[in-house]
């Protein structure tokens, strides 16, 4: 079955800087890959996402990028705010198959003043 | 994006008893799922709910322990059977499909067994 892979499990930015956090997959059938942000005591909420047929996605701050030679795939936050102190969760799925959603392990992170 | 509404919000119950979470989505999905997630921890799959046939359980989660209805498109029911101490953590629904583009979530039920 489907494996993700999330790096790094905790991540500290300066606000303003940029955070990046990266995935890997396992299963090469998998073309969809959402990203879900949750804050402390509330429900994971999709932040972005992208599929197999796209490199990169781009909503204001955020961004991703998907390799899918490398079966690898990243989220990219600039100009870092303290909302944005948060778990993010990258997931994998096969989108159209009725398939199950994958998640990782998250990374929580940290926006210093 | 749909609404979806999960209760109890939280609770907390004795060992051996059962506790059955509701999830209502507001509009027909696809596909219905249920994970359960211990603080600062990922979200663990328990089972797929499938409408109108028995849930696709997840390896560690077995049927007689968390029975799953799904009895329509909108509905589904997860119960946690016989508790235990270890079975305390966040139980969240999760749907997909129809009008929605991604997987959404209900706002979970904290589950405390004493």
């Known amino acids: 079955g489907e494996n993700v892979e999330q790096h790094p499990s905790t991540l500290s930015v300066q606000e303003g800087d940029s955070a990046v956090i990266k995935c890997t997959y396992s299963d090469s059938a998998s073309n969809y890959f959402p990203w879900y942000k949750q804050e402390l005591g509330k429900r994971p909420q999709l932040i972005i996402d992208i599929r197999s047929n796209v490199g990169e996605k781009k909503d204001q701050r955020i961004a991703v990028t998907l390799n899918k030679t490398a079966k690898h795939f990243s989220l990219h936050i600039t100009e870092t705010q303290p909302e944005d102190s948060a778990v993010y969760f990258c997931a994998a799925s096969k989108w159209g198959r009725d398939d199950k959603i994958i998640f990782g392990k998250g990374t929580r992170l940290h926006i210093l003043p | 994006s749909a609404v979806i509404s999960q209760k109890p919000s939280r609770d907390i119950c004795q060992r051996g008893t059962s506790l059955t979470i509701q999830c209502q989505v507001d509009?027909?999905?696809?596909?219905m799922f249920w994970y359960r997630q211990q603080p600062g921890q990922s979200l663990t799959l328990i089972a797929t709910?499938?409408?109108?046939?028995?849930?696709?359980?997840e390896s560690g989660f077995v049927i007689d322990k968390f029975p799953i209805s799904r009895p329509n498109l909108t509905f589904s029911t997860l119960t946690v059977s016989n508790m235990s101490p270890e079975d305390s953590s966040i139980y969240l629904c999760?749907?997909?499909?129809?009008?929605?583009?991604?997987?959404?979530f209900g706002q979970g039920t904290r589950l405390t067994v004493v």
């Open positions: 709910a499938n409408q109108g046939s028995e849930a696709t359980y």
């Open positions: 509009s027909q999905v696809t596909m």
């Open positions: 999760s749907a997909e499909g129809g009008r929605m583009v991604g997987a959404f």
